[in-house]
């Protein structure tokens, strides 16, 4: 009865069709372009491939300080204690604890 009115739903159809093509091309720029922001940000936004030492394991005598006795018990190294050791006082608090290196992640 009408001829032409199939065809122009069939073209009205695929017309719509890249649409969601385009959308979908979008997102993926978006997605690419964010992958590879966090990947430039990676190696300046903290190192992942370690954990800060748990300060809990170091204080055992929970006393509030690590010290050297404490830290050498955790197998940190000498030099690293005394590097750590801003103050000088023979031992660390929690400030100068928390920007020991990192321990390997398991
Ligand atoms: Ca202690
Ligand atoms: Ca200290």
Same mark, same amino acid.
């Given at each position: 009865m009408h001829p032409f009115s199939r065809s122009t739903l069939e073209s009205r159809g695929r017309g719509n069709a890249s649409a969601p093509l385009r959308r979908r091309l979008a997102w993926a720029a978006a997605a690419l372009i964010a992958c590879a922001a966090a990947q430039a940000q990676a190696p300046t936004d903290g190192p992942e491939d370690g954990v800060p030492p748990p300060w809990e394991l170091y204080d055992t /005598?929970? %006393?509030g300080y690590v010290s050297a006795e404490e830290a050498e018990a955790q197998k940190m190294p000498a030099s690293v204690f005394r590097s750590l050791d801003? /103050?000088? %006082?023979?031992r660390l608090n929690r400030e100068e604890f928390s920007v020991a290196p990192l321990l390997p992640a398991e």
């Open positions: /005598d929970k %006393d801003m /103050d000088r %006082d023979g």
